[in-house]
């Protein structure tokens, strides 16, 4: 499996950004997440979506601003970012995983057997 994202950028303080994970392989029974790393901060949990998209967790201060999907038949999951604010500034990384899928488990970059390479967000105020 591997795990492609996309879509970073530049964005102003209020602004959208949809970030992308393309994956190769078959990717459709794994659960994905999205972790950001900002600089000199450890790595820390956005939010994951279950394979068949019944369910997803998300970081409680990004609840309401930030969306998972899931596209199967494209093995592509989105992150849809509203309201960007400059603390958002981060690398952002894809990543997937199969097996039990609890937000205890999702929430633990640990978990993960792929990655991908990460996009950079920067907001700016």
């Known amino acids: 499996v591997q795990l492609q994202a996309s879509g970073g950028g530049l964005v102003q303080a209020g602004g959208s950004l949809r970030l992308s994970c393309a994956a190769s392989?078959?990717?459709?029974?794994?659960?994905m997440g999205w972790f950001r790393q900002a600089p000199g901060k450890e790595r820390e949990f956005v939010g994951s979506?279950?394979?068949?998209?019944?369910?997803?967790y998300y970081q409680d201060s990004l609840k309401g601003r930030f969306t998972i999907s899931r596209d199967n038949a494209a093995n592509t999951v989105y992150l849809q970012m509203n309201s960007l604010k400059p603390e958002d500034t981060a690398v952002y990384y894809c990543a997937a995983r199969s097996g039990l899928y609890t937000y205890t488990v999702m929430s633990n970059f640990k978990n993960y057997a792929y990655w991908g390479q990460g996009t950079l967000v920067t907001v700016s105020s």
């Open positions: 979506i279950s394979w068949n998209s019944g369910s997803t």
């Open positions: 392989g078959h990717t459709s029974r794994y659960a």
